[in-house]
């Protein structure tokens, strides 16, 4: 008969043995599936299924979706059992990488899906699948040879164009990859003022286009032809190329052509304004409209899946978090039937251990599923807030958008066709010699006015000077506008450069807004704005000695202006503290990552 202190252990060691004993089960079970090969074979089905999953994201633009399940994939596969799947794999996460504008990590995934096949191409060498392993050893190469354009690297760029257009061996799909090849080869001359290179790559591109008839990659070489012209100075030449390769597209409504169109009407535009032909304001108008066209297309695009991701997060987070919650349950009840079970052979012996172990593990049982339920409450509670964070983000990031839409509208569309008509009615005046009619007078004065009022529309909805100068004088600017007898607005600017323009629009915007509070609320008589640069963070810290207010308060958590300056810095992965004190004032400090400038490329068409 066991001692009480043994009891204890006698149970330990039961639950041990039945646990080897499951155990033992599963391992003979697996070994046997990895000896049969028809589980090898289900196993890459599997692989293979997984695969188009990632591909089907990607075509629907869900790129971080696509990532995620794709790197995931790439750990189950094994690269010498599987080595197209592999190549497939790398060369899919440097696209995903390519199109959120991570050059280096796609460059380094090419690089991997070069080497393989590479490799496989070696291995293959007396098998007719080695076209194709040459073909995706060349579409690796063009898409490394961009990524390092794309990072200045233009030697390097240059290097592995030229190992392209060294492969010795023909076919349909290889000659377009080597087209690809020339016409960036071109563009990167081009951008080194080589323009005679830079011609005779665009020519070899174009002709290997129209040898396959493909109309919208010999658009886009002719435009490459047509800007060395250009850079030439040689503008009726790059006239006559530009307008034969927009006859080549002019009908076609595919995104790809929409977007070879844009910049082909641009340039076309500029040639033309440049052999003072006026016509051009006809093709820059023309380039303008699919601008707009396509920027309308995105900006919905993007609301409608900021919302519906916002949706399906939240959906799938309470789906997860109820679907935790019920396997918990089942495998607790799972256990307490297993342990029941497996005790019920010994409940003559240790029936006193049973009941006193039951009623202990129900105790903990209760216990845990208290703790359980509290703490997805709290998950809840933290996925509704993120929520709302993200959905006033995306409003405010609307409202900016469409504020800087309308203003680029207005100035570079409405401001441009009141000018053109303006020097429309100047060239009618010279045709009166000097008897001008009293109406065209008057017709200028009011396109005068109202260009006026069309610059000053624009730049209330955005600042031109923060989009001509940067954030330090543009909030010079206003602190200039709101200073008066009453309050004393002062700036003060450290270290402050140019930043990446949506960046500074969004500082701008928050500052404006702590501004317009100063204004209407504090009656404060002196305000203080301090800019700093350092470490690679913005600090602002804007102060008055106004009347103050209760951080505690229920108006001031209530507070729109202030959830909405919350909101947009805790996007922006930056840091917000506000101090204040009934009839002190005010204190507001902001620190936010820099996001600096990008590097301003040539516009040139590249296939890449």
Request: proline share 1%; glycine share 2%.
């Amino acid at each position: 008969m066991p001692t009480k202190s043994d009891k204890p252990q006698l149970l330990t060691f039961i639950g041990l043995y039945f646990f080897l004993s499951i155990f033992g089960c599963c391992l003979s079970i697996e070994a046997n599936n990895y000896k049969d090969y028809s589980y090898f074979q289900k196993r890459d089905s599997i692989l293979n299924q997984e695969f188009k999953t990632v591909k089907k994201l990607y075509s629907d633009e869900k790129y971080s979706q696509s990532l995620r399940n794709a790197l995931a994939l790439l750990n189950k596969i094994d690269t010498n059992k599987n080595p197209e799947l592999s190549y497939l794999c790398h060369y899919q996460i440097g696209e995903i990488f390519r199109k959120i504008n991570n050059h280096e990590k796609a460059l380094f995934h090419f690089k991997k899906s070069l080497e393989i096949s590479l490799i496989n191409s070696r291995f293959n060498e007396n098998n007719n699948t080695l076209p194709k392993n040459k073909t995706n050893y060349a579409k690796s190469l063009l898409r490394a040879g961009y990524e390092f354009f794309r990072l200045q690297e233009l030697d390097s760029a240059k290097n592995y164009y030229s190992k392209i257009i060294d492969l010795n061996f023909h076919s349909n799909e290889l000659e377009n990859v080597k087209a690809s090849a020339y016409n960036n080869l071109s563009g990167i001359y081009l951008y080194e003022s080589s323009y005679k290179t830079a011609r005779e790559y665009a020519r070899k591109a174009i002709e290997i286009r129209r040898k396959y008839n493909n109309k919208i990659y010999e658009a886009a070489a002719l435009g490459n032809l047509a800007s060395i012209y250009l850079e030439e100075k040689k503008f009726n030449d790059a006239k006559l190329i530009y307008l034969n390769a927009i006859s080549l597209i002019e009908k076609d409504t595919t995104d790809e052509a929409v977007r070879f169109k844009e910049d082909l009407y641009f340039n076309l535009a500029w040639a033309l304004y440049k052999m003072k032909d006026y016509t051009a304001y006809d093709y820059q108008e023309k380039s303008y409209l699919i601008k707009d066209d396509r920027r309308d297309k995105e900006i919905r695009k993007t609301v409608e899946q900021v919302y519906a991701q916002q949706k399906v997060d939240l959906e799938k987070e309470k789906t997860a978090l109820v679907e935790e919650q019920r396997k918990l349950e089942e495998a607790q009840e799972a256990k307490t039937s297993m342990l029941f079970g497996a005790l019920s052979f010994l409940v003559l012996i240790v029936s006193g251990v049973i009941i006193y172990n039951y009623k202990l593990r129900q105790k903990n049982l209760s216990l845990k599923l208290s703790e359980s339920k509290l703490i997805q409450q709290q998950n809840l509670e933290k996925v509704k807030s993120e929520a709302q964070v993200k959905i006033l983000n995306a409003t405010i990031d609307g409202k900016e958008t469409e504020r800087k839409l309308i203003a680029e509208i207005l100035h570079d569309n409405v401001s441009a066709l009141l000018s053109s008509a303006n020097m429309h009615l100047t060239a009618t005046k010279k045709q009166f010699n000097g008897d001008t009619p009293q109406e065209i007078e008057k017709t200028q004065a009011i396109i005068s006015e109202a260009s006026q009022k069309v610059r000053d529309l624009s730049h209330n909805l955005v600042s031109s000077i923060l989009l001509k100068f940067g954030l330090e004088y543009a909030i010079k600017d206003v602190v200039k506008k709101y200073s008066n007898s009453q309050l004393k607005l002062e700036v003060s600017a450290k270290n402050i450069n140019r930043y990446n323009q949506e960046f500074e629009i969004k500082i701008f915007n928050v500052i404006q807004e702590l501004i317009n509070n100063i204004l209407k609320h504090s009656k404060a008589k002196h305000a203080q704005i301090d800019l700093k640069e350092e470490r690679n963070q913005l600090t602002v810290l804007v102060k008055d000695d106004g009347v103050g207010f209760s951080t505690s308060s229920s108006s001031f958590s209530d507070g729109i202006g202030l959830n909405q300056v919350e909101a947009r810095i805790h996007m922006m992965d930056g840091k917000l503290t506000i101090k204040s004190e009934v009839n002190v004032g005010t204190s507001i400090h902001i620190m936010v990552p820099i996001l600096k400038k990008e590097k301003n490329l040539s516009k040139l068409t590249s296939v890449s």
